[in-house]
Structure formats: structure tokens, C-alpha cells
């Protein structure tokens, strides 16, 4: 890396922390905290999973190293200023670079077969053709469980790299593994495609429990392995597109972290069949740990009295297809209210009416029955690369939230 790189990553760092360190940032982060503490206050506001391909203005997103290590954090830097200067949204910035402590594994064994098709070459989105490789259990045979190497030899490394190139912009820390995201039903449908899945549920159920049984085995052996030879890290601040700023932590093991869980194919599942083979497997999972969030696209109005029986669970996830009404007076203030509006609103042009109306009904159900609440715009796919799109949806919001909760 030459000279000239490391002195654009480290006055794009400068900037960075300057904002990581503001008076703002910190009442940012004091009202993540106090929401997931189940506090009613100003509703955080993110905007994650954004397609920075379509976002540029002015070439504000133009990298200028030459180093690929050096590129990609002069690209993190640049994406995370234009945040704040573009956004009005809330934003999860953390004054240090982290380096997360490496583990090498041998895998289960499984491989994707797949068949893809892409509408445009540089989004990630892309239309996936699964054919099954656990079709039966001959196939389901050659899984194994994985084996786990800890690798102080990269961790050095990684430290030595981007100490050499942050220099003293910005405190470089060797950090553990954070929360565990455990969506084993997203693994297995890349392996197999939603469709026979559903099929097994009534014709195959025993073979869909061997399934769930071998994948959380896996996800078990990491855990321990972790727990017993590594470290935890209880400082990280994003949950998946969500804070994770809270209360209540213990000092180490995963007790001092959250679970994350999901079944996104699982919206047209019964409640009974999401409980016996999803619920009933993460369960034990996630009451190893502080706190549980679940739910992501999947609406979970009719599975409330499933997903409760997570004793730890903490938030809940409010999808586009969610009944917002019955899920707010179930929530009520015992969990937050993590609302996720609908992506599709932001993707060819933004309408301050729609984005408005939809904001005040999450509002005002939330007021209603006295729910905290989180609102995190995510799974963008495209703003048809219309970066007005996105300040528009965080402008309108914003405002919405000023007439209701008050200005900070």
C-alpha cells in the first residue's frame, strides 16, 4: 500500500470519527438504547441494504486508492458520511475499525447446485434456480458437522493491515464474535428450493425434522466452540440492519449478545407448523443468549402466541405484509416494535403522500398501545438509481415523527 492510500483512508476516517464522536451520534445512540430497553421515545430511524451502486452524487461515492484493502475502506468511509450528510435518518457509526477474530471451518459439506439470472450486473438481487441436493437422505448423508480452527496467524495479520493503514485517524480493535444469526430455513432453501420444502411438511415431515436437526447440530458445535475457545463480543451496535443497543447484558459468554432468528418461506406455514419446525428447534438456541429478535419479511399477526414462547424475546419484527393493528396490541410495551415498510415504495419514485400515510399508521398504533418502536427501511433492492428516492422517504419520516414525538 502506498503513501498516497493511507492518507485518503485516513482523512476520510478523520471525518468519520468526528461524526462517530458527535453530541449527535450519542443521542442517536442513547434512544436506540432506551427502545430496545422499552422506552417510549422518538422512534429510531435506519435505512440499511442500500444499493450504493445507484446512490452516487457528484462523485461523493468515487473511490481514489489503489489498494483493493485500502479501496474498500475509503468506500466504507465515503458511504457512511454520505449517510449523514444526505439521510435524515439515524445512523449506527462505532468510533474504532473492527477486526473480527478469525475461525476457519471445514463446512457441512453441502453445496449449492443453482442456475442464476441477473437483470442487471451490478446488483447483488438476482433471480436464483435451486435444484435439490438434499433430496432424500442418501443426500442428506453427506453432511457432516463442521470442524473449527481458531487463526491468531490472520488476526495479526488483519490487525497489523489496518493499523499500518488507519495510523492514529482511528483506533483499530481485535474484536470476538457478536450475535448469533441463526435462518437455517433461508440455508436449506438454497439447497433444496422452497417448493419441495412446503411439499415435505405433509408428505416427508420426518425427513424435514432430520434436516432441522443436522443443521442446528452445526450451528450448536459453533456456538460451543466459540464459547469455549474464543471470545464473545457484546459491543456490537447493528443487528442486522436493526440496533442493538441495549440494557442488561451480562460481562461475557453469549449471555452478553442477542439471537437473531428468521423463517421468511415460512408466511404461508401454518402457526403449528412454523412452531414444530422452526420454534421448537431455534428455541433452545436462543435462550443461550441475552435477548431474541425475530422476524423479518415473514408476517408474524397470526404466529404472535408461537414466536412468544422464545422466553428471551425482545423485538419483533414488523413486516410489509404484517397486520399492523393486531400486531401492535400484542406487542403492546413488552417488546419492541421493529416496523419494516415496504422497499418497493422507494423503488422507481417516492411519494411523500404514501410515505407519509404509511408512517402514521406504524405512529399512531404504536402511540395506541404503547409500543417502543424501531423503523428500518431495508431489502432495497433498486431506487432505480434515483438517490432522491431515499433522502425523500428520510425527509418525509422525519417530519412525521417531529409532528408526533417532538424534535430532538
Known sequence: MNQRDKQIVRDWAKRYMELAQSDEQIRMNRRMKDTNDLKITRPPVLIDEIPWYQMDIDGELQCECEDG????????FRTAVYRRKHFRADTLF?????????????????????????TDDCNNIVSHGIHDVLEDEEALEQMHMPQFTLRP???EAAMNYYTDMLGDAMPVVLAGHDYLYYPPWDDIAFLRGVEPILMDMYDRPEYLHRIMEKFTAATTARLDFV???????????????????????????????WFRGMAQMFS???????????????????????YTYYGCCEPLDNKFDVITKISNLRKIGVSPWANEEILAERIGGNYVYARKPNPANVAIR?????????TETTVKLCLKYGCPCDIVL??????????????VWADTVSAVLDEYYGKE
Not at 235 to 245: D, F, M, R, V
Not at 268 to 290: C, D, G, Q, W
Not at 378 to 391: F, W
Open 350 to 358: 417516492t411519494d411523500p403522500d404514501h410515505i407519509r400515510r404509511e
Open 268 to 290: 404461508t406455514v401454518s402457526p403449528a407448523m412454523h412452531e414444530e419446525f422452526e420454534i421448537n428447534y431455534i428455541k433452545p438456541l436462543a435462550e443461550r443468549f441475552a
Open 227 to 257: 464459547e469455549k475457545y474464543s471470545h464473545v463480543d457484546p459491543t456490537s451496535c447493528n443487528l442486522h440492519c436493526t440496533p442493538g443497543y441495549i440494557s442488561g447484558l451480562a460481562e461475557d459468554g453469549w449471555k452478553a449478545t
Open 153 to 155: 496467524d490472520k488476526d
Open 69 to 76: 484493502g485500502a479501496r474498500g475502506a475509503e468506500y466504507f
Open 378 to 391: 431495508k431489502d432495497i433492492s433498486t431506487v432505480s438509481h434515483r438517490p432522491e428516492n431515499l433522502i
Open 94 to 118: 462505532e468510533p474504532f475499525w473492527r477486526v473480527r477474530m478469525a475461525i476457519d471451518s471445514t463446512g457441512t459439506g453441502l453445496r449449492r447446485d443453482e442456475t442464476i439470472v441477473r
